[in-house]
């Protein structure tokens, strides 16, 4: 009998296994990670730390930078650079601080690539018309395939505040009113960006920006104070950030914004308790353009240093551009006055995202020439076309036939490259842009097109150029009129109290519109505009946003019908400023309006009794309805919804449901639609909104054509917060299905 010594076999395993864990933990990447940046902080002097908490820009566009600049990299007090002026600056900066700089510790290079970098893409507000996350994800992989092929390998986007106030000029950079549609084109943006992973070679690091509310700045003044209860906070503001998180985000950016009187720059609450504590954020915080400096302004900071300290001990880890963190935090420390566990603990996240990003190994541009690609214009002109909004089309005037004889084309916008490609463009370039009128030559030849821009900018005064638009317009079958805004009549800072075309394009567009010939207006812009006065004076109205480089070919293959336009809009668009703010997802009040309890203002009989006219929550002269409502948008066909379907009548809190509804294409074209589904808690225990959007998805049909499609819900989509906590509760809900907020095709489940 063979003897087996037990003790001696259990010491064998044991050591065995010791083995195997180290050769496993040496191979895990984490584990390398984390021992890396241990390593590097053990060698860094507390300089070097701060250092890796300041970002600034040079604003000389000289090469080789000034000696200040450079010894400031060279020393390692940048750890990261933002707005470079070119290419080779991006490559001269990051030279030194890898090859001259103590510890080689590469440069974060950051810049705002907003919708594109060179291929540019439609504005923000206009993607999000696209309800196509997938298409959205393309477009932000093509953006930072460009971008890392010139060096920058972090950009400060998306932009996800939520916007119900189109007054607010950064409207345009937003996804608009709803946080679902929102969180959903967060997530594809992320995905986009920085890929399957972030040391991919043409990935670069997302930011989930302005956190939080700066959306909802009071008046739609860019900067103002946000007053946001904590259930619409949780419910509305935070819920796109907190799915950019769950989708590893690498970085978030603070706003200018104060929130319930606090700045979110020095705000402990949103930034060190929800962010980090709460949510577990790993990666990096970093503050809004000298938002740290600004915590003075806001007279919330006595002076630099009390800003300095009040931003660390709030959770901003990385200082952008008031240099208070290099200038101040160094004898904050030695003083006592703040604790090196702070600093550690920003730059180990700041050095986790350079290392996730791979920049030890791989620090400069791919120089992979991936610029302008066929594939990314396909996408960029996809875009385009998914993006515009048809918002009447009296008498199918649109699409316009290939035969037609000439067209008259009008407007500041309609050959103007650099306004076409709208607000946040540093990189795009206005010889690669494809204007309306370029295409429209290339489509029909240009003996076919008559052009007179009638207004040379958008703001212009003077009827100078009118004789010659109206001239061109009489001698043409149809007028196209490009009308709009300059793209610097958009977005940050630039915010607007009359939403109407500026300069005298209204004025153009009335004498037009007295000539009786089919006219045809495409707003080219990135704010949302009072419509409703130019609906009599044109046939067909196009809302194609600032559409980018490829706005002339995608509005081509729209007017002509090669495509049906399928854009839903993002934002309620109203009939007024007055009614602003104004969104499809408000509470019910005790009163509520219909278009039946609503007595017209001249209606009114003269000493009418104080409550006959029946008391209900609307304007005595605008009533309750907007133009246009959150989802809306036409097509050159019809499409009806029937048939809606629940897996369950009731479902209980593990169940999930299945919500399927037929679409069929009952008109003559061939189109994509975005089917919308929503649903109403109809009792909570707080006031629940009348209607929520929960799913979308799109869909193309040729004529004749049906599908059945399928939502799924969880109840986990039913939940909200109260303002304390997180609650899911059992009741009944109404849910919808249909292509715009206004769904009527109708069914109802119990949650147990
Ligand atoms: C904007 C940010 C932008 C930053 C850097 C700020 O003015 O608010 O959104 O990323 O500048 O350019």
Sequence with gaps: MKFINTDMTRKYYFILILIIIIISSSCNPIHNKENKVEELLEQMTLEEKIGQMNQLMNFSPNIPIDSSFYQLIKNGKIGSILNAMS???IHEMQSIAVEESRLGIPLLVGRDIIHGYRTIFPVNIGLAATFNTELIKETTSIAAKEARSEGVNWTFAPMMDIARDPRWGRMVESCGEDPYLAEQMAIASIEGFQGKNLSNKNSIAATAKHFVGYGAAIGGRDYNSTLI???ELRNVYLRPFKAAIDANVATVMSGFNDLNGVPTSGNVYTLREILKNEWNFNGFVISDWGSINNLQQH???????????KALEAGVDMDMSSSLYLNNLKSLVDNGSVKEELINDAVRRILKIKLDLNLFENPYATNDNELLTEQALDIAKKTVIQSTVLLQNKNKTLPLSRNIKKVAVIGPLADAPHEQMGTWVFDGKSENVITPLNALKNFLGAERVNYAPGLKISRTRNKNGFADAIKAARNSDVVLLFMGDESILTGEAHCRAELTLPGYQNELIEEISKLGKPTI???MTGVIHMVEPYLDKVDALLYGWHPGTMGGPGYVDLLFGIESPSGKLPMTFPRTEGQIPIYYSHNNTGHPASDESWVRMYDIPVKAWQTSLGNTNHYLDYGL???????FGLSYTEFSYSDIKLSNKAITMSDSLI?????????????????????????????RPIKELKRFKRIRLNPGEE????????????????????????????IWVGNSSKAELESKFELK
Excluded at 299 to 309: C, L, V
Excluded at 625 to 631: I, M
Excluded at 663 to 687: F, M
Aim: charged share 25%; hydrophobic share 40%; no cysteine.
């Design 521 to 523: 207006l495409v707003m």
């Design 659 to 687: 919500i399927s509804t037929t679409i069929k294409n009952t008109g003559g074209y061939q189109a994509e639609d975005v089917a919308q589904l929503y649903i109403r808690d109809l009792v909570g225990s707080i006031v």
């Design 87 to 89: 290419p080779e600056m």
């Design 299 to 309: 007279g919330y900071a006595k002076d630099e240093i009390d800003a300095t300290i």
């Design 229 to 231: 209860p904590e259930i």
């Design 707 to 734: 599908k059945t499609i399928e939502f799924v819900l969880y109840p986990k989509d039913l939940e909200f917060h109260n303002g304390e906590e997180w609650l899911i509760e059992p009741g009944e809900f109404n």
């Design 625 to 631: 309805e907007p133009l246009f409502e959150f989802g």
